[in-house]
């Protein structure tokens, strides 16, 4: 009966979490728009009660779970959190409410071991199950989030020497580099397009082109968008056609691009072997040899 309890509760703690997570946006935009229309309004300081329930409770706890997994892993921070959400395309998710749910499901983890190894084995099983769920809780959001950005990582990839083609037409066409990735925003989707976007609006507010450049080789981590974030800075600073270094950065992606499916294609034969020998061959066997063997049987 309690291991039902504790089932219900931690699923209705997953759903309230997926639904934060989903409204996150809409709650970001109406709170922007109720600072814009309160700005330079005076208003009374509210009391603890008169506060709403996130910022008298959630919002505490959450900052609490982070701070004790800041405590527990001293190797963590909060700009590192960063960038890697940054990396899994994440935006939305703050470091602190990152680490309050590694804290989460780690605990939950915790809770849900002891409470296996005490119904199945009793004794040392209690410690054991425990440390093992709530390690892998603990970690579990960090490989999510890796798997994530990793994926990322491989579409930027595939979609690069497309998006080079696109920039060099624009720019040779008239366009400057800033309307050439507006222009590259406007007809292309995906993780290279949101990099690109967030690059553009950097530019916008006021950045330097060569820091913005910079943050976006740092968010994707690609050797390929390093080399094209240094050749664009260095064709800046030294004054070079952009064109041509467009055209010549979106050949060199494209050939590694064929060489790295290449790779896979020769990596395949092998990868297929295990599988083969594990599952196939058995059964091609059985197959083979069972009549065999049934009429050998029948002779001895």
Do not use: C
């Amino acid at each position: 009966m309690l291991l039902i309890f504790f089932a219900v509760l931690f699923l209705a703690a997953a759903a309230y979490l997926v639904g934060e997570a989903a409204t996150a946006p809409a709650r970001e935009r109406e709170g922007s728009v109720k600072r814009a229309a309160n700005y330079g309004k005076v208003r009374a300081a509210l009391g603890e009660r008169e506060q709403p329930f996130h910022d008298r409770v959630i919002g505490p706890a959450r900052d609490r779970l982070a701070r004790f997994v800041l405590r527990v892993h001293p190797k963590t921070t909060v700009d590192g959190v960063r960038s890697r959400l940054l990396a899994a395309g994440l935006r939305t998710v703050s470091p602190t409410g990152f680490l309050a749910a590694k804290a989460a499901v780690g605990i939950g983890g915790l809770v849900l071991g002891m409470l296996l190894g005490g119904a199945f084995s009793g004794g040392p099983g209690v410690l054991i199950f425990g440390i093992v769920l709530g390690g892998i809780g603990f970690l579990a959001p960090d490989f999510v989030v890796g798997l994530r950005a990793r994926k990322r990582r491989d579409q930027i990839r595939t979609q690069l020497p497309d998006a080079l083609d696109l920039l060099a037409v624009s720019v040779e066409a008239g366009l400057g580099f800033d309307g050439a990735i507006s222009k590259l925003i406007d007809h292309m989707d995906g993780a290279l397009s949101e990099e690109f976007s967030l690059t553009l609006n950097e530019i916008r507010i006021g950045e330097s082109r060569q820091d913005a450049l910079k943050k976006l080789s740092d968010r994707a981590d690609t050797p390929e968008i390093s080399g094209f974030t240094r050749a664009i800075i260095q064709a800046d600073q030294l004054g070079i056609s952009l064109g041509r270094i467009l055209r010549v950065q979106a050949t060199d992606t494209r050939q590694r691009r064929q060489a790295a499916a290449e790779e896979r294609a020769m990596k395949a034969p092998i990868k297929m072997l295990f599988p083969t020998v594990l599952f196939i061959f058995p059964a091609m066997f059985l197959v083979i040899l069972g009549p065999a063997f049934l009429n050998l049987s029948k002779i001895f």
